[in-house]
């Protein structure tokens, strides 16, 4: 057959082909990673919700659906507010528990927090973030929005990916009885768990969702206002009779959480952090998570001309891989917790002249494999207190628990941690909210703590032990970890110009740079950008499992050229290929003009949009 070509001229992008047509509204749009979830979303709306309101249900029900994550997870939002035209943060990230410390993992010969089981557990974040949002910013109860995820817990009809995936992650789920209670649902037979097409029932976790909302209707009857109703089952989840059963069945499986760290555990509203690229200004969630890599690499990248360059081309993709790694090095030696001690220099990490230092340094002709942190410090009046640990970093001695093994797919565990799937949610209305999350934690195979039916987070795994990788991300009770985790919104003269988000750990910040480029310098439409094929480095640490690094190693499409491969070859690259490399993003783009919503849902899995 022949060879597909991709085109590298700007205006032949604009007639690429999609496998899934553009969503398009004019009232509201619901899209997420689930058809039955957009659904929840659809129904939400069509009963006059607004878009917070579609964006809760959804994230119930993906929760309810195992959709690489559960009700234990953790949830980052990004909210517009069309009353104050502000971009709202939601941090809904859990924390380590108490007894988490380094010492602790170390004495148990760990390099790092496991990557599963008890023990990688941070204390559960989406409850709270779906109620705050909720009580702050919906107009509907608890009981309505919940509503679509109660009658799936119920019995909903699993899809084949999440049948494979339970089959798959058996022998694990075996090991922690109340997982194996939900999950082995056929004991003794040729397949144990669940089939495809076959009704998932989850008793514990409806009765705890009937829980919240039964606490939320006597609070109503009570003569509290709907917020405050809110609250009281929120109230009830992380110091009633639910967060007794979760720390029991938590604690009687090895884990460290208790109640005191359940309750003390807020969820933050806070300011996003911005850049301005060519007048579009782009917001990302703060240092807990790696959101300001897109930043930074959209300042290193405006000191170029990527238009004249061309889509895909050698040089433009040479120009993005060393951007972004000189963006992903910042943040695997500075992101951390913001309210953890000590202070990440965001405001120098952030800054223009900066990422004109940072653009300067890259070799325009070869792959810099090397490639290391920078100093931020002087880019906010400051000195580094970190120059010993930043000069030996990379070091033999202090990479020697980060293996280089450049052909990325001889090693699967390697593979599905760096693109460790989880689920994105957007949701817009014709009143100006617009919400971007990218929710995940507790996927399977998840331990369920006790009789809530509720998944524990994995997230513990993100932290290191040692302080020489990085100073700012060290576990501590109490602190969240830097996550992959990473909602976006970008704003055009004021007014909401895109809502994007993907799923796939590392990889995310990548193909939703490269998604937004596609639209702001090539001139694709969102369902196009969405589906455009993508590259991927492979070259900064795995934030899971063993925190791997492989330098010069890229995931290409298969349609590319074989010019396109060489030239990228000689420049010091290692190809892999695959048949899809969009990564899997939703988005939502506003035709201001028309007055109406353009809708991308991804053709990479089960991603599915409805729009009105």
């Not at 022949?2 to 999609?18: G, M, N, Q, W, Y």
């Not at 009687?252 to 760290?261: A, N, R, S, V």
Request: net charge neutral; proline share 7%.
């Amino acid at each position: 057959m022949p060879e597909k070509r991709i085109p590298t001229v700007p205006s032949d992008l604009a007639k690429l082909p999609t496998q899934k047509p553009v969503l398009h509204g004019r009232h509201w749009m619901a899209i997420t990673g689930k058809p039955l979830a957009a659904t929840a979303g659809a129904m939400t709306f069509q009963k006059g919700g607004n878009a917070i309101d579609a964006a809760c249900a959804m994230l119930a029900a993906t929760c309810t659906m195992w959709d690489v994550l559960s009700w234990g997870g953790e949830t980052q939002a990004l909210i517009y507010h069309p009353k104050t035209q502000k971009v709202i943060a939601i941090n809904a990230l859990g924390v380590a528990p108490t007894g988490a410390t380094a010492d602790f993992f170390k004495k148990k010969d760990l390099k790092y927090p496991p990557g599963d089981g008890p023990l990688s557990a941070v204390t559960p974040g989406t409850p709270g973030g779906l109620m705050t949002m909720l009580a702050e910013y919906g107009t509907m109860s608890l009981k309505e929005i919940l509503a679509p995820a109660i009658q799936l817990a119920e019995g909903y009809p699993m899809e084949k990916e999440t049948a494979e995936r339970i089959a798959n992650n058996k022998n694990k789920l075996v090991k922690w009885p109340y997982s194996k209670q939900v999950f082995i649902t056929h004991p003794g037979e040729g397949v144990e768990t669940p089939r495809a097409g076959e009704l998932f029932k989850q008793t514990d976790l409806l009765a705890t969702l009937k829980k919240l909302v039964d606490t939320e209707q006597v609070a109503l009857k009570a003569g509290k206002s709907r917020k405050e109703a809110i609250y009281a089952a929120y109230a009830r989840f992380y110091q009633g009779d639910i967060a007794q059963e979760f720390v029991r069945g938590c604690q009687e499986q090895g884990g460290l959480i208790t109640m005191q760290d359940l309750a003390k555990w807020k969820v933050l509203t806070e300011e996003p952090v911005m850049t301005d690229y060519k007048g579009i200004r782009v917001y990302k969630l703060k240092q807990w998570t790696q959101g300001p890599a897109l930043l930074q690499s959209l300042n290193i990248l405006e000191n170029f001309d990527l238009k004249k360059m061309g889509y895909n081309t050698p040089n433009y993709i040479h120009t993005l891989y060393q951007a972004m790694n000189m963006a992903f090095a910042d943040r695997d030696f500075y992101y951390g917790d913001p309210y953890v001690a000590p202070e990440e220099p965001i405001k120098g990490l952030l800054s223009k002249e900066y990422a004109k230092e940072r653009a300067k340094r890259i070799n325009l002709n070869q792959n810099d494999s090397l490639v290391k942190p920078g100093d931020p410090y002087p880019f906010e009046g400051k000195s580094n207190p970190f120059l010993s640990i930043l000069e030996k970093w990379g070091s033999p001695a202090t990479s020697a628990v980060l293996p280089n093994n450049p052909n990325i797919f001889s090693d699967p565990d390697y593979l599905a941690g760096f693109f460790a799937g989880t689920t994105s949610i957007q949701a817009a209305d014709k009143e100006g909210w617009v919400v971007s999350i990218t929710p995940s934690g507790g996927w399977v195979p998840a331990v369920i703590a006790g009789k809530t039916g509720v998944g524990m987070s994995q997230r513990m795994q993100a932290f290191v032990l040692d302080p020489n990788e990085n100073p700012f991300n060290v576990v501590a009770p109490g602190k969240r970890p830097r996550v992959t985790l990473t909602p976006s919104l970008a704003l055009k003269d004021g007014k909401p110009f895109l809502s994007f988000a993907v799923q796939g750990g590392d990889s995310q910040d990548q193909n939703l740079l490269q998604f937004f480029l596609n639209i702001v310098e090539f001139g694709m439409n969102v369902q196009q950008a969405c589906e455009a094929p993508n590259f991927n480095s492979f070259q900064m640490r795995s934030s899971f499992d063993k925190h791997e690094t492989k330098p010069g190693s890229m995931l290409m499409n298969e349609s590319t050229t074989p010019a396109i491969r060489q030239a990228l070859e000689r420049m010091g690259y290692k190809l892999s290929f695959e048949p899809r490399t969009s990564g899997p993003i939703n988005a939502i783009f506003f035709d201001w003009a028309n007055g109406s919503f353009w809708g991308g849902s991804s053709n990479h899995g089960d991603d599915y949009g409805i729009g009105w």
